[in-house]
């Protein structure tokens, strides 16, 4: 069974930083593509961020380019989120989240692995 785990979360104000932790299986981060989604009140899940599991490479969504980067450590059981000079737009649940073996990491109906998610509000 896939078990991912986010931390990070909290309460920031605009201009501040958070770096959200997501803590799954080697296996897991060899085999299939990792992502982060949010959710805000009253919208639909939208994928935020994504990384290659061969060569690490990122995709990022409009909304969070040059202010969010995604990376995995080493050892592979651990990916993050950078988020840099947030704004409250970006108050949401952030989710960790993984695909069933597809590597085609930016078509995020793809994902179908997730975790309980963190809440990141981001107060003006």
């Known amino acids: 069974q896939v078990q991912l785990v986010e931390s990070g979360g909290g309460s920031v104000q605009a201009g501040g930083s958070l770096t959200l932790s997501c803590a799954a299986s080697?296996?897991?981060?060899?085999?299939?593509?990792m992502g982060w989604f949010r959710q805000a009140p009253g919208k639909e899940r939208e994928g935020v961020a994504a990384i290659w599991p061969d060569n690490g490479l990122p995709i990022y969504v409009d909304s969070v380019k040059g202010r969010f980067t995604i990376s995995q450590d080493n050892a592979k059981t651990t990916m993050y989120l950078q988020m840099n000079s947030l704004k409250p737009e970006d108050t949401a649940m952030y989710y960790c989240a993984a695909t069933r073996g597809s590597r085609f990491c930016g078509r995020w109906y793809e994902y179908a692995h997730w975790g309980r998610g963190t809440q990141v509000t981001v107060s003006s």
């Open positions: 080697r296996y897991i981060y060899t085999q299939n593509c």
